[in-house]
């Protein structure tokens, strides 16, 4: 898309160029669907979690790890925007594919490169156990 502006763009002028908006819900299906994985029975309520935040920040912070969730990333996965891509669509003739797909096929490019590093690691491990049979 930025490529299209630059391309296309008139000069001095800017672009929104926002996919569509989709829901956090909405994600975790299509990544369930495509997966075969059970999707949670319970999910927390954004007031729940908002409320949680800082207490996981604080957390994680005291135990060295990673928070789960922070309240600055509360603040943006429930940020919604009216955005307009008219301007865009028209002027550079801006195509986007569905969400859907994108999601979908990064899920299928993830798991590619999970099975190529677990057949890394069984492939390493078994050169390992050759070698050491071979000093016995």
Sequence with gaps: AALLAEQRGRK?????LPGQFVSFKQIAQWIYEET???PPLLSAPVWLARAVAPLVAWLSQMTGTTPLFTPDTIKVVTFQNDVHTTKARD???LAQR????TVKESVRWLQSRMRARQQEV????QKAKRNINDQA
């Design 98 to 101: 569905p969400v859907e797909t």
């Design 122 to 125: 069984s492939s390493r491990q």
């Design 12 to 16: 001095g002028e800017r672009y929104i």
């Design 36 to 38: 075969d994985a059970r």
């Design 91 to 93: 002027e550079l003739r």
